[in-house]
């Protein structure tokens, strides 16, 4: 077995940095993030105890390269201004900031969050993803979305005039959602001139409000027949409004994509702090993940005893790092990088996989493999879910 690359590799890496904000005025039903709706949202204190969480996990971490900030949730455009701008300007002080540093933080496109963006533009946020989800007024409505159709238009507009970069949410294969109207949605969204959009089929996540209705036949999914062809129709717009697909639901111009998620689909390292936050990074003692409390007074607690509200804190094994680059990298249309799965797991993909799935997936042309690569077609990604469990070990 080979062995971890030293700390000093490490660090030639950038650190991804994700920070929680668990808070919803009002939670949806397809959701199944971490996300917590308060009548009154302690803001102050939980501003100060981000702050001391990212502190403790920088003396852990040491200093390292800052290539990204993701303000994520929940819905942190409900963050006051002022918190973001002090977490970044924390993290810029423990770590080293890239050049081009990427800070983004997701919003929804209501009037009351739209009003704050000037804010989080001089907070030093540089990237917006809007959750606008759909652009049809029965849509919003089943999706359980607070804004208007008008409102949606106002935020992409808005955020395009202020922020260097823009990228939005759509949810498709909707109830009832036929071909001919998702694609004039999607023409419709395109038109914006977005550099980049995340397209996501709607899924029935478990402990969800969508999962009780779904399982009480309050509706009903397309076929995995439509489903498909929408995947595909999705490909073919996307691509003639000059986005490629550079993962399963991401899609971007050249150079516009999300460096920050790409590090976790590349498995690379990167640090979570917040409620239900997750972390994976390589120090010299070995590889690390870490999950912190859901709940997030009880994370708050915590944070106030000793410094971290982290609940989970394991190493993971040659084994366990391989299947999860696996599950990650063969999203993106790049695919793995086999010289890079072993600097990171330890071990060969040989190793790492049913070989006999892998041939039938090859021949199937379910996969692509080179000395270099291996990474899914877009026949695989059709079927990557089944795939993947058929395939890691």
Not at 55 to 83: N, Q
Not at 167 to 196: K, M, N
Request: aromatic share 10%; proline share 4%.
């Amino acid at each position: 077995m080979l062995k971890l690359p030293s700390e000093r590799n490490v660090q030639d890496e950038p650190l991804a940095l994700y920070v929680h904000w668990p808070f919803c005025l009002s939670r949806c039903p397809y959701c199944d993030f971490n996300a917590h709706v308060r009548a009154i949202i302690p803001q102050d204190r939980f501003r100060a105890l981000l702050r001391t969480e990212l502190m403790y996990e920088a003396k852990r971490l040491g200093r390292r390269r800052l290539g990204s900030i993701f303000f994520g949730g929940g819905t942190p455009s409900l963050m006051f201004p002022e918190t973001v701008a002090q977490i970044i300007a924390d993290a810029s002080t423990y770590f080293d900031p890239v050049s081009n540093l990427e800070i983004t933080l997701e919003a929804n496109p209501t009037s009351v969050e739209v009003e704050k963006f000037k804010r989080f533009r001089q907070a030093g946020v540089n990237r917006i993803s809007l959750g606008i989800q759909a652009l049809e007024k029965q849509a919003l409505q089943f999706l359980g979305r607070k804004h208007s159709i008008a409102q949606a238009y106002a935020a992409i507009e808005t955020a395009q005039t202020l922020f260097p970069r823009v990228t939005f949410d759509l949810i498709y294969a909707r109830p009832g959602q036929t071909v001919h109207a998702w694609q004039h949605e999607l023409c419709h969204a395109l038109s914006f001139a977005t550099e980049h959009v995340a397209l996501y089929q709607l899924t029935i996540e478990h402990g969800t409000r969508f999962a009780s209705l779904y399982r009480e036949g309050q509706f009903v999914l397309p076929a995995e027949e439509e489903a498909a062809d929408l995947y595909t129709l999705t490909a073919e717009i996307t691509s003639a409004y000059g986005l490629q697909a550079y993962e399963v639901s991401n899609y971007a111009r050249v150079g516009c994509e999300s460096r920050h998620n790409l590090v976790y689909w590349r498995y690379g390292d990167y640090l979570g702090i917040g409620p239900g936050a997750h972390s994976r990074f390589m120090l010299s003692s070995g590889f690390y993940a870490i999950q912190r409390h859901r709940v997030p007074e009880l994370w708050a607690d915590l944070v106030e005893q000793y410094g971290t509200g982290q609940s989970i804190q394991e190493t993971l094994d040659a084994r366990d790092r391989a299947r999860e680059m696996l599950l990650m990298g063969l999203r993106i249309g790049e695919g793995i990088d086999l010289h890079r799965f072993v600097i990171r797991t330890g071990i060969s993909l040989e190793e790492s996989v049913d070989t006999v799935i892998l041939n039938k997936a090859l021949e199937e042309n379910y996969l692509i493999l080179t000395k270099d690569v291996l990474r899914a077609t877009q026949k695989g990604r059709l079927r990557l879910e089944s795939l993947l469990t058929a395939l890691v070990l």
